[in-house]
């Protein structure tokens, strides 16, 4: 079966601070995957996306980015956070004729 | 560009009762893939149901169904036999050709013992 992983669970980070969050997925390979962003109580927001290694587009002009050096791993990175980064940030895994989406459990980011 | 619209943002349902969630949308693709997904308190979201655009039945999934009308662009949820693990906010997604979902701003249901 598929599984989608993320890491850290939480983190609190100081404004200006980097910033590294990982997504790994198992039981697929050459998946579509995605990088979202959800602030409380509200909709998800599509940052990027890969449909393969080293394949990324970005939604958002922002100072977030996105890698995928492996098939099943896909980063979401920053240089300097910004207090306004904070949220809940999902990856997911796209497969299937559907192209259905499934999602990770998510990062909860505070940036004080 | 694709639209997903949840008109109603908040429902409460007694438990074992019916509830039912609207969600209207706006494509100019013929080929397309409709989703509701709930999100339940720790925050992980799970796919409800799906619906192919270009099938004329309507999708049901144990006691979740869904009213899809083309024409409209409408795209209901319907939960039956509510239960107490049913409370959870619910996103309306369409995905398009290139393998991109649209979300709708979510409806938070509370089911009340």
């Known amino acids: 079966s598929q599984t989608i992983h993320q890491w850290p669970a939480t983190l609190v980070q100081p404004v200006g601070s980097p910033l590294s969050l990982e997504c790994t997925v198992e039981?697929?390979?050459?998946?579509?995957l995605y990088w979202y962003r959800q602030a409380a109580g509200r909709g998800l927001q599509l940052l990027f996306y890969?449909?393969?290694?080293?394949?990324i587009s970005s939604e958002v002009p922002q100072n977030l980015s996105a890698s995928r050096p492996q098939d099943r791993q896909f980063i979401l990175s920053s240089k300097k956070l910004l207090l306004s980064d904070s949220g809940f940030y999902l990856c997911?895994?796209?497969?299937?004729?559907?192209?259905?989406?499934?999602f990770g459990p998510g990062t909860r980011l505070t940036v004080l | 560009a694709q639209t997903v619209t949840q008109s109603q943002p908040e429902m409460s349902v007694q438990e074992a009762e019916t509830v039912t969630l609207s969600c209207t949308y706006d494509?100019?693709?013929?080929?397309?893939?409709l989703f509701w997904y709930k999100q339940p308190p720790s925050r992980q979201m799970i796919l409800v149901i799906r619906q192919e655009a270009y099938k004329q039945q309507n999708a049901t999934e144990n006691r979740f169904s869904v009213n899809f009308q083309k024409a409209a662009k409408s795209f209901s949820l319907k939960i039956s036999d509510s239960q107490l693990g049913d409370t959870a906010m619910y996103f309306c997604a369409l995905r398009s050709n290139d393998y991109k979902l649209s979300f709708g701003a979510g409806t938070t249901v509370t089911v009340r013992a």
């Open positions: 890969s449909v393969g290694i080293g394949q």
């Open positions: 494509t100019s693709e013929n080929n397309y893939y």
């Open positions: 039981g697929t390979s050459n998946p579509n």
């Open positions: 997911a895994m796209g497969t299937g004729g559907y192209g259905t989406q499934y």
